[in-house]
């Protein structure tokens, strides 16, 4: 995946079916949403390696700018839940050039509520992030990516999303409305030149995701992590989402669940004590 990505208009060798020997002009364009962090961070470290060009969104100016310096991509400090911020993400990236391809990864979970003692607070903002986000930027951005002639609109879930688990019902709500979109969208848009792919990944171990679920709590983020061999890492999961944007374009991943080996499903995890 080190290699540049090529122009459709452009004829790829016999040998080369995905296109990836072909020098172009101009690389693709990529806009990575929740960039300062994890997945995030790492998707547009490994975009910016295979040659695309990349727009990394995220609140943190001070991490946006750390990654900046570190893989030389694009930056924009927006929160996505504000409808002028997302505005002014969509007017800043068309500004800069044609869209291939929006991975939305913004998101994430607040707390382990069980049903019955619910913080609906939580639950709404989660709705908000994962949900209302991934909507509103996507809305916003559609246009463009349309207009590249071979975009690609990649939805960053869960297995949260495919099946739920006793604490999680906040967080599984949110992640199926997301899940939702991307299925959705996919029926809309057949017979036009724009991919919708979901990358649903299980326990991925990154430094801030369980921190931000438990408040804080480190005892506990660690915790979830405790006798797993070798959780997921953001490496892996941004490996994958380079994997699906890096296929020939007339192949779609509609969706691509990625578990540790030591996952067997949302609740059954092996441990060594």
């Not at 924009?76 to 007017?91: G, H, I, K, P, Q």
């Not at 979109?181 to 430094?207: F, K, N």
Request: proline share 5%; net charge negative; with cysteine.
């Amino acid at each position: 995946m080190s290699q540049q990505q090529t122009d459709p208009s452009q004829p790829v060798p016999s040998g080369d079916p995905a296109g990836t020997q072909v020098a172009r002009s101009t690389p693709l364009r990529a806009v990575v949403t929740g960039a300062s962090s994890g997945i995030g961070a790492a998707t547009v470290r490994h975009l910016c390696r295979a040659g695309w060009d990349v727009v990394a969104v995220a609140r943190r100016a001070d991490r946006l700018a750390a990654l900046a310096e570190e893989t030389g991509a694009q930056v924009v400090v927006a929160d996505l839940t504000v409808a002028d911020d997302v505005a002014r993400l969509a007017a800043e990236v068309t500004a800069g050039g044609p869209v291939h391809a929006l991975v939305n990864n913004a998101g994430g979970a607040l707390g382990t509520d069980r049903v019955e003692v619910s913080d609906v607070e939580r639950w709404r903002r989660m709705y908000e992030i994962n949900v209302l986000g991934t909507l509103q930027v996507t809305m916003a951005l559609l246009p463009a990516l349309r207009d590249s002639g071979r975009g690609d609109v990649v939805v960053l879930t869960s297995t949260a999303a495919h099946g739920t688990y006793p604490g999680g019902a906040g967080y599984v709500a949110a992640k199926h409305g997301e899940r939702v979109i991307a299925d959705t969208l996919r029926l809309e848009l057949v017979g036009e030149p724009v991919r919708v792919i979901e990358i649903a990944p299980g326990m991925v171990r990154t430094e801030e995701f369980s921190l931000t679920r438990f408040d804080g709590d480190q005892a506990k983020a660690d915790a979830v992590y405790a006798g797993v061999e070798e959780p997921l890492t953001a490496d892996d999961v941004a490996d994958a989402i380079t994997w699906t944007l890096t296929r020939p374009h007339h192949v779609n991943i509609d969706h691509l669940m990625i578990r540790p080996r030591a996952q067997a499903s949302n609740t059954l995890v092996a441990r060594k004590s």
